[in-house]
């Protein structure tokens, strides 16, 4: 049972574009969601984070945007830069119980 | 700010033979994770420490992964015997006392297994 989904394996965008990933979960308790990016042969490093109170939050290239009826999340990165190609996870927790569940993640390739 | 440290970075054995994978969380974070995390696939929780203490083992396969969080500070993940199906690689996260669902988790750079 897979509470949260990353439905696109992958995703090419052009340089300068924007990228848009996608994210959906079943779990209607999950009030945090969190997007972490990683590199080859590196550990998954923290990017944005929102809290289930709002519907956007922004971080310079990054937003996140969060649609609880939907219970869909995504993040937009925009421009796109050849070093934002990475896997990217999103991941979901509770206030109960803090434990995060992650996607399977999206390969992104930023193409120059 | 040092980061997460994890050794080995890569380990190949056979199968039935142990492992065992240590990792050194970020200091004062009082909270560490254990993770696996099979090729296409998400991270997937295996154990949670806060301090030297257990919180959540509920997805560790106890007949043959262990893990120990002596003092508080380093811990270890051993898993004895291995099996083919093991093969994946093990991070380790570290987070201040999750009092708060912002307390962000912080990975290391994980541990390749291949089990042959």
């Known amino acids: 049972d897979q509470q949260v989904k990353q439905n696109s394996p992958s995703l090419s965008v052009q340089e300068g574009r924007i990228s848009i990933l996608n994210c959906d979960y079943t779990?209607?308790?999950?009030?945090?969601f969190l997007w972490y990016k990683k590199y080859p042969a590196e550990g998954p490093t923290f990017l944005i984070s929102?809290?289930?109170?709002?519907d956007k939050n922004e971080d310079g290239r990054f937003t996140v945007f969060l649609n609880k009826s939907a219970k869909h999340l995504s993040l937009h990165i925009v421009p796109s830069q050849p070093g934002d190609s990475a896997v990217y996870f999103c991941a979901a927790t509770d206030s109960g119980t803090y434990k995060y569940i992650f996607g399977t993640g999206t390969r992104l390739k930023v193409l120059a | 700010e040092a980061g997460v440290a994890q050794s080995p970075r890569y380990k190949i054995i056979e199968k039935r033979q142990s492992v065992a994978f240590w990792c050194n969380p970020i200091?004062?974070?009082?909270?560490l994770y254990w993770y696996q995390q099979i090729l296409g696939q998400g991270p997937k929780l295996l154990i949670q420490f806060q301090n030297n203490g257990v919180v959540d083992d509920s997805q560790l396969p106890k007949d043959r992964f262990s893990a120990e969080r002596l003092k508080g500070v380093d811990s270890t993940l051993k898993i004895q015997p291995a099996k083919l199906e093991d093969s994946a690689v093990y991070l380790c996260?570290?987070?201040?006392?999750?009092?708060?669902?912002?307390?962000?988790?912080?990975f290391g750079p994980g541990t390749r297994l291949l089990v042959l």
């Open positions: 779990n209607s308790m999950f009030d945090y």
């Open positions: 929102i809290s289930s109170i709002k």
């Open positions: 200091s004062g974070h009082a909270t």
């Open positions: 996260a570290s987070s201040l006392v999750p009092g708060t669902i912002q307390e962000t988790q912080y």
